[in-house]
Structure formats: structure tokens, C-alpha cells
């Protein structure tokens, strides 16, 4: 683990060789890295843990219009059968 002084003394020398403008760039790089491993590190953890494979993206967005489509067809067939009031 580092401490600190290695953290800083790190900092100081990417500053010197990168330059302040390219430091934010490689920040911002280095943080969408460490966000990608965290979400492939889960997937893994939920794999082992419960023997699932976690959806994509992809495939949520197929599921849920496969769903929506569902229940847009039970709304029409329950329409259907309701007789219109007639209390008028």
C-alpha cells in the first residue's frame, strides 16, 4: 500500500513529465478505467456468487419492450371484454 509521501511524490513527477494539460486528460482516463474494472470485478463477484451472468445493456432493453409489448396486448384484450358503462 502506498502512503502518502509516495503518493505525492508520484503526482510531482507525472506533473513534471505530462504537464498540467495532459494530466487532466490522463485522470480522466485513468478513472473510466477504475469504472470499468469495478463493473467487470461485480459481474464476476455475482457470477461466482450466484451462478448468474448479469445482463448487457442489450439485452435489458430487449426484455423490457418484449415486457411493455405484453402488457400493451393484456390492456387491449381487457378492454375488449369490458362492456362500455351505460349508468348515463
Given at each position: 500500500?502506498l502512503?502518502?509521501?509516495?503518493?505525492?511524490?508520484?503526482?510531482?513527477?507525472a506533473?513534471?513529465?505530462?504537464?498540467?494539460?495532459?494530466?487532466?486528460?490522463?485522470a480522466?482516463?485513468?478513472?473510466?478505467?477504475?469504472?470499468?474494472?469495478?463493473?467487470?470485478?461485480?459481474?464476476?463477484?455475482?457470477?461466482?456468487?450466484?451462478?448468474?451472468?448479469?445482463?448487457?445493456?442489450?439485452?435489458?432493453?430487449?426484455?423490457?419492450?418484449?415486457?411493455?409489448?405484453?402488457?400493451?396486448?393484456?390492456?387491449?384484450?381487457?378492454?375488449?371484454?369490458?362492456?362500455?358503462?351505460?349508468?348515463?
Amino acid at each position: 500500500m502506498l502512503g502518502w509521501g509516495e503518493i505525492v511524490l508520484i503526482l510531482i513527477a507525472a506533473i513534471i513529465f505530462m504537464g498540467p494539460e495532459k494530466l487532466t486528460d490522463f485522470a480522466r482516463q485513468l478513472g473510466k478505467l477504475y469504472g470499468e474494472y469495478k463493473k467487470a470485478k461485480r459481474m464476476i463477484e455475482l457470477e461466482i456468487i450466484y451462478g448468474i451472468k448479469p445482463l448487457d445493456d442489450e439485452e435489458i432493453e430487449k426484455k423490457a419492450k418484449e415486457n411493455y409489448e405484453k402488457l400493451l396486448n393484456e390492456v387491449k384484450d381487457l378492454s375488449q371484454e369490458v362492456p362500455p358503462r351505460s349508468d348515463q
